[in-house]
C-alpha cells in the first residue's frame, strides 16, 4: 500500500532579516516537516495581514493588532513572536518634533493593520493624518518631504539616523514605561483553525523547531538572514535579529501572553479593533 503524498501548506512572513532568520531550518531542509512540503509566501506584512482576513493561507506571519480581525478565524502559535522589549517601531522626521505635535502632522504608516499603527492611535489617543505606504519606501518619502513624519519598523528602527533623520518617539520604549515593563507585542505567528487541532499543534512544533534551529546555527542562519537585510551590514543584522529573535520568540511565557491581553484590551476598550472571544496560543505537538 503507498503511502500518503505530503501535504503542502503556504507559510506566509515577511521579507526581513528577523523572519527570516526563524524561517531558515525550513527553508534550508534542516528540520522534519512532519510531512509537510512547505510553501513560503514572502510578502510584507500589512500584505500578510490582508491575506490572513480573507483565510489564504494555512500559517502566516502577522501583526497582533490585526489578529483581532481574523482571531475566528485563525489561532496564535505559542511561538513566533515579534516583541519589542523596551523598544520597537519609531516615528521619524527631517527636523525635530514634539511627540505631542504628531496628531497635527501628516505621517506615512506601514499599513492601518499593523502592530505600530494601532500602538501610535493609543499613544496619541487619537487618529490623526496618515498614508499608508511601503514599509521599506517610508523614510525615503520623509527624506523627500512628501510627508512629514514616517512610522518605520523592521531595520528601519536601525537606520533612520543614517537617513538623516530625527526620531522622534519610540514607541517600545513609551509601552515599555506605560505597562511598567511589558513588551510591545508586534508580530506573531497565526494557523487556520480548520486545519484541527493536531495539525495545528503540529505545524507549531515545526515553526518552533525551526527557531530553535537558526539560534542553535546562529552564523549560519544570519548568512541567511543577511539576504533579507535592506542596506544592514552584518553586525546591524545580527544586533536586529537579536532584539526580535529571542526566548519570547520561542515561547511567549508569561509576559508575553500579558502584553497581548493587555494590548489588545486597550485597542478594544479605544474602540479601535473587535476584542476576541478568547485569547488562546497553540502549543506544539
Known amino acids: 500500500m503507498s503511502s500518503q503524498p505530503p501535504r503542502s501548506v503556504r507559510v506566509g512572513h515577511s521579507p526581513d532579516p528577523d523572519d527570516a532568520f526563524m524561517f531558515f531550518g525550513i527553508a534550508a531542509g ?6 509537510f512540503v512547505v510553501e513560503q509566501v514572502l510578502e510584507d506584512i ?7 482576513l480573507a483565510g489564504e493561507l ?10 483581532a480581525h481574523f482571531a475566528d478565524r485563525y489561532a496564535l502559535m505559542s511561538c513566533g513572536a515579534s516583541m519589542g522589549d523596551g523598544y520597537g517601531p519609531c516615528v521619524v522626521a527631517r527636523e525635530p518634533v514634539e511627540p ?6 501628516r505621517i506615512a504608516v506601514p499599513g492601518t493593520l499593523t502592530s505600530a499603527f494601532l500602538a501610535l492611535r493609543l499613544y496619541l489617543e487619537s487618529d490623526f493624518d496618515h498614508v499608508v505606504v511601503p514599509f521599506d519606501a517610508i523614510p525615503e518619502r520623509v527624506q523627500a518631504g512628501d510627508v512629514d513624519a514616517g512610522l518605520v519598523i523592521h531595520e528601519g528602527q536601525l537606520t533612520w539616523s543614517r537617513d538623516g533623520l530625527h526620531r522622534v ?13 511589558l513588551p510591545l507585542p508586534l508580530g506573531g505567528n497565526v ?26 546555527h546562529r552564523r549560519e542562519a544570519l548568512e541567511y538572514a543577511l539576504e533579507f537585510g535592506r542596506g544592514l551590514d552584518r553586525p546591524l543584522t ?11 520568540t520561542r515561547d511567549y511565557g508569561a509576559r508575553g501572553r500579558a502584553a497581548i491581553r493587555r ?14 472571544r478568547s485569547i488562546e496560543f497553540v502549543s506544539p505537538g
Open 30 to 35: 534542516r528540520v522534519d516537516t512532519a510531512g
Open 238 to 248: 545580527d544586533r536586529f535579529v537579536g532584539m526580535y529573535v529571542n526566548d519570547l
Open 100 to 105: 505631542a505635535a504628531l496628531r497635527h502632522l
Open 58 to 67: 494555512e500559517v502566516s506571519a502577522a501583526s497582533i493588532h490585526a489578529w
Open 191 to 216: 494557523v487556520r483553525r480548520d486545519l484541527g487541532t493536531a495539525t495545528m499543534r503540529t505545524l507549531t512544533r515545526v515553526l518552533r523547531d525551526s527557531i530553535d534551529y537558526g539560534l542553535a
Open 263 to 276: 494590548f489588545l484590551d486597550e485597542g478594544a476598550g479605544a474602540g479601535l479593533l473587535p476584542r476576541p
Open 169 to 181: 518617539l519610540d514607541l517600545g520604549a513609551w509601552w515599555h514605561e506605560r505597562t511598567e515593563g
Open 46 to 52: 500589512e500584505s500578510l495581514n490582508r491575506r490572513a
